[in-house]
């Protein structure tokens, strides 16, 4: 069965950077977009990033662009969030997630999540 | 950029309830429109994509309609484990949820 798992997430500084991973299996990882997605407390979900299949193409959510860059390693069938210059604004549940397709062509939702990792942002 | 509007923000309900949740674009989105339901510690799940196309697993009580810019999620018969938050979201090459519509009990 499809697993996402998160971690990487804790207290931080503001300022400081963090890179959140999210370890897949039970499906070819190298064949799926995938995802980041945010929420923070008390609040809705915020679409952060994407990256294609084979990580040729990434798009962001204006909120996080040139502070965030998702990448993947399909060889080791992890997705990765490195989050640069972070700010109070940042403290959320960062959750991975696959896309339906391969993260290009035709428009897809996301059809598994994972159960997410908390970032605290505080001094 | 798109906005998605959900109505209502709060809903309460009882079990064997019909219950109906709407979504409205900002512009006309090509039924690129998926519902998912949140609940507090866990994965969020897809339920509906392509507007009314049922995700596999997904009880048949959940149903989706809607065009254009106005869409709706409907829960035939409301049952004790379908409390929870649920999100509308356009997906094209950004992704943009709505706010959210937690559904209670009454």
């Known amino acids: 069965q499809v697993q996402l798992v998160e971690s990487g997430g804790g207290v931080v500084q503001p300022g400081r950077s963090l890179r959140l991973s999210c370890a897949a299996s039970g499906f070819t990882f190298s064949s799926f977009g995938m995802h980041w997605v945010r929420q923070a407390p008390g609040q809705g979900l915020e679409w952060v990033a994407v990256i294609w299949y084979d990580g040729s193409n990434k798009n962001y959510a204006d909120s996080v662009k040139g502070r965030f860059t998702i990448s993947r390693d399909n060889s080791k069938n992890t997705l990765y969030l490195q989050i640069n210059s972070l700010r109070a604004e940042d403290t959320a549940v960062y959750y991975c997630a696959r896309d339906q397709g391969w993260g290009g062509g035709s428009p897809r939702p996301l059809d598994y999540w994972g159960q997410g990792t908390l970032v605290t942002v505080s001094s | 950029d798109i906005q998605m509007t959900q109505s209502p923000s709060t809903l309460s309900a009882s079990v064997g309830d019909r219950v109906t949740i709407t979504c409205r674009a900002s512009?006309?989105?090509?039924?690129?429109l998926a519902w998912y339901q949140h609940k507090p510690g866990k994965a969020p799940k897809l339920l509906i994509y392509?507007?009314?196309s049922l995700e596999n697993g997904v009880p048949s009580r959940f149903s989706g309609s809607g065009s254009g810019t106005e869409f709706t999620l409907t829960i035939s018969s409301l049952q004790p484990d379908d409390f929870a938050t649920y999100y509308c979201?356009?997906?094209?090459?950004?992704?943009?949820f709505g706010q959210g519509t937690k559904v209670e009990i009454k």
């Open positions: 512009q006309i989105i090509n039924n690129w």
């Open positions: 392509k507007a009314s």
């Open positions: 979201q356009h997906y094209n090459s950004l992704w943009t």
